[in-house]
């Protein structure tokens, strides 16, 4: 088994002629979704599968990873925990504050945080950035995947209150939570203008890319938040 | 200025130097009431770029980042639990509920198909079915034990059913009164929707009835998300098969999905029931909207929709 | 030669010309009954080629044709009737008995699983299931109603479910309570298919298991249908799907339909299922066979079936 | 409206480019299974559907009619009494033994009973033809439909007690009751020799037509008793 550096403190590992995405376990020896867990040396590996995780397809579609492993992350939409215990891996010395909306999805999430020292849930809705602006300090990198049709704006208001200049935006847009009767990209088109183009907007788009075959109709995008 | 953070209220120089700060003490549970107090109601924000762990260092709450952090993580967790525990908001009663009722429809059917053709070898005469058959099994049993006086008397005198034991009946009679058990609990289980939704949602009630709004907030997934959804997808909702057709550009657009059983969409000519519905589903996002954010009744909701209504019928004279 | 017919006992002589003839009153349920009793055991009966209708005018039990026929016709029509009300047999017992189970297996598995998400949410750490659940619910309902001894109420003090209020309680309640009682009714059919089988087919239920054996008796429509059908059909009945691809010629014949959930293949090595299914189904059909014409229980069916496994076992090391 | 005589006492209708083949309503006004009725002139006719019907089937796949007006039949297998009732319009001066084993079927039969005088119902099995010889007078026709694997032995030994010399059988041999894994034309073949080539059958065949696509592999049958 190889390993190889694929961005800072994500990996690929190489078994025959297949490669896997993975990240160091931070918690070793436990599993967060039934996800692979691969040793190798000393190393715990969890395999990270592209199709169960935006963030994982985004990354093998060549879209750049701005983590480093003290960055500190506003994680906007993070649903049962799957991709953050991820993130939580990378950024083993920093921190992720993922917020959620639904409490029976954050319920889930619990046990996640309560085994990994780095992940800060807060149950709240992400298109009201106030309501946990008394915790969240500024980062330096804000993931965004949320299934609301205003997608763009939400990221938009996040980035204003938490970003620090100079800091990233990963997000997945879905089409269909937007207008599920539109085509995608009019869909994409929109809510990049959205994000790029309002006054205040401070936003330069560093990169984008679809994410299929991963996941259908949708946009990753990466930006960057001027100085 | 003065700024509220999760561990302390904090005055603030115009500068961003603090000028007064009085730390909360160390104990999560009250940390965490306070978290939920403010984010139920946030006021007196931290301004962008406030960093509150080094203010919590710098007033003395913690002594350092990793004391920050894991009392942080605690007091968010436990918070967290808090309002899980309190959050089984009329939404999610009227989901469950609505999902509880589907199922009991669909096992009702199963059983009350069964049980007309069980009993109905034994007394085919009865021309009952579903909850009248299951009420009048579950309370006569078999056709030798009807009282005289009931109304099936003579019927079941001359009937060419089948015999059956006392063994059989008390089995059957069993399994009608399980039946009609589920029938009640339908009954009761209607009326809770409609009360959770008068409380929740009364425009969406109004606009849509009980029973279809409950039907709207069960497929969002809560009120909230129905009122973020535009309505073109409030629209098609539920007609998912045939979205996904037109989708891949192999059917046209869907023109209604689960709003078709509104009567103003199944009673209208099919002709307007494109018009109708691209009405009645910006009327239900409205409705959802005002519902979810103020929550007060506003007749001038139906009321317009009443007068768009009007004139689409008016247009295809 | 003394004959039989609906109407009268008639003597004929050698060639065929009637000797004596008494025939019955012209009375429709005494015919009838008549008529049943020469069925369930026929006796005497006239030869080939004879004519009742004339004898019936000859021995002056009808003036003519007319009458005749108008006769036999009440008369079949009464005796059909009566054997209708008198035919639930076991049999009947058993197909009923084992479509209600499926239904109530499949309403039960549909109202389980909705209760597992309802009341999960209230009280996620319950860990029951089906049957369990559902009696726990309908005993206990919330969290906050489990007394002081209950093994979960510890569990229940620090659940991260969320709450529910009395009216919720009060209808889940309810809801597990039906549930529950379906899971009852369930095992009360249960039993009765056993007894039904014991009593009908004791053979089949010796080699089949009595649900096995009820549910073939089911498929083929009753006892006497399955004692007629091919060995090669009881194989591979209720393999439906999978029988008609091969007589379209798209698969290979299909080794084993329903049976296959006989302990003898189901834990048989793939390689010798084949064979176990050709030997079981050949002893269920000799099985059925004696059951329908003796109904006398044969140890000696079963005995051959477990030689002929331990052969086939036997030819497989 | 066009009425055509088709064989005695039944008709076909031609309605435009359509024909129906029909009965003439022995109980006008009166449907016995939901079939259409139409008037012609003074008559109602009854619409006999083929696919469902074996013997409509046959008749229209040309196999002849044995039926007159006053012949007697016995049919075996008569299930809700579809077919029999229009026998029953044929033979309408004949009679019609109808006899069936399952008494459910039977009860949903006897209504069609009470309202034509010429169906006698029996309840009871065609393979034990003594159990109905008290009842049973000789016949012109037996026409047989049932659902079992010894399927030709019933027939013969109906035959042998009931079929007047010379008169005439029709049997649907339904190759998968008979062995269900076999080929048709082998369990066909099989069928036909039992029934032609026994020592005491008496029965030489007049016509043999598969009744697709009607009623697939089904193969209806006409036999003539020798004099």
Same mark, same amino acid.
């Given at each position: 088994m190889k390993v190889k550096t694929f961005h800072e403190n994500i990996f690929t590992l190489q078994q025959g002629k297949k490669n896997f995405l993975a990240t160091r376990n931070l918690s070793p020896g436990s599993r967060v979704y039934g996800e692979r867990l691969m040793q190798v040396d000393e190393a715990e590996y969890r395999i990270w599968e592209p199709k169960r995780s935006k963030l994982a397809a985004m990354l093998l579609k060549k879209l750049p990873s701005p983590f480093t492993t003290t960055s500190k992350v506003l994680y906007l939409g993070s649903a049962t925990g799957t991709t953050v215990s991820h993130v939580s891996d990378i950024v083993h010395q920093g921190v992720v504050y993922a917020v959620e909306f639904s409490p029976r999805t954050m319920r889930d999430m619990l046990p996640i945080c309560e085994e990994r020292p780095n992940i800060i849930p807060l149950l709240a809705d992400a298109s009201k950035p106030q309501s946990y602006a008394n915790v969240v300090e500024p980062v330096d990198v804000i993931f965004q995947d949320v299934a609301q049709p205003d997608q763009a704006s939400i990221a938009l208001s996040n980035v204003q209150h938490f970003l620090k200049p100079g800091g990233y935006l990963l997000m997945s847009i879905k089409a269909r939570s937007v207008d599920s009767t539109a085509k995608p990209d009019t869909v994409f088109k929109q809510q990049l203008k959205t994000l790029l183009e309002q006054d205040n907007s401070r936003m330069e788009l560093v990169k984008k890319q679809k994410l299929a075959p991963f996941h259908i109709d949708h946009l990753g995008v990466v930006a960057r938040k001027t100085e | 200025m003065n700024v509220k953070t999760w561990f302390a209220d904090i005055e603030i120089n115009e500068d961003g130097s603090v000028a007064e700060c009085s730390p909360c003490t160390q104990d999560v549970q009250q940390l965490a009431e306070r978290l939920l107090v403010f984010q139920a109601d946030p006021k007196q924000i931290p301004p962008e770029g406030f960093d509150p762990v080094q203010n919590a260092i710098g007033c003395g709450f913690v002594a350092g980042e990793t004391e920050y952090y894991s009392l942080l993580q605690q007091t968010c967790i436990a918070a967290t639990r808090l309002k899980i525990k309190n959050s089984y908001s009329p939404d999610l009663r009227i989901i469950h509920a609505v999902e509880a009722l589907d199922d009991i429809d669909e096992a009702a059917n199963l059983l009350a198909e069964r049980l007309g053709i069980w009993y109905g070898e034994h007394f085919p005469e009865a021309g009952m079915f579903t909850e009248n058959l299951a009420k009048f099994v579950a309370e006569n049993g078999l056709r030798q034990d009807l009282p005289q006086d009931s109304q099936f008397h003579e019927t079941a005198q001359s009937s060419v059913g089948m015999e059956m034991d006392a063994?059989?009946? !008390?089995?059957? +009679?069993? *399994?009608?009164?399980?039946?009609?058990?589920?029938?009640? @609990?339908?009954?009761?289980?209607?009326?809770?929707?409609? +009360?959770?939704?008068?409380?929740?949602?009364?425009?969406?009630?109004?606009?849509?009835?009980?029973?279809?709004?409950?039907?709207?907030?069960?497929?969002?997934?809560?009120?909230?998300?129905?009122? @973020?959804?535009?309505?073109?997808?409030?629209?098609?909702?539920?007609?998912?098969? !045939?979205? *996904?057709?037109?989708? @891949?550009? +192999?059917?046209?657009?869907p023109k209604h999905g689960i709003i078709f059983n509104h009567p103003l969409i199944k009673n209208s000519h099919p002709k307007i029931r494109g018009k109708m519905a691209r009405a009645l589903a910006s009327s239900l996002s409205i409705a959802s909207r005002v519902d979810a954010f103020s929550g007060q009744r506003n007749p001038a909701i139906k009321e317009k929709l009443d007068r768009k209504v009007l004139s689409i019928k008016e247009g295809n004279k």
């Open positions: - | 063994e059989d009946g !008390a089995i059957i +009679k069993a *399994f009608a009164s399980d039946l009609s058990s589920l029938y009640e @609990r339908r009954h009761v289980i209607e009326s809770y929707i409609h +009360k959770n939704m008068e409380q929740l949602a009364p425009n969406l009630e109004e606009v849509a009835g009980a029973n279809l709004g409950a039907r709207l907030i069960s497929m969002a997934g809560g009120l909230q998300s129905l009122s @973020r959804m535009p309505s073109s997808t409030i629209q098609v909702m539920g007609a998912n098969q !045939a979205l *996904f057709k037109h989708l @891949r550009g +192999k059917a046209t657009s």
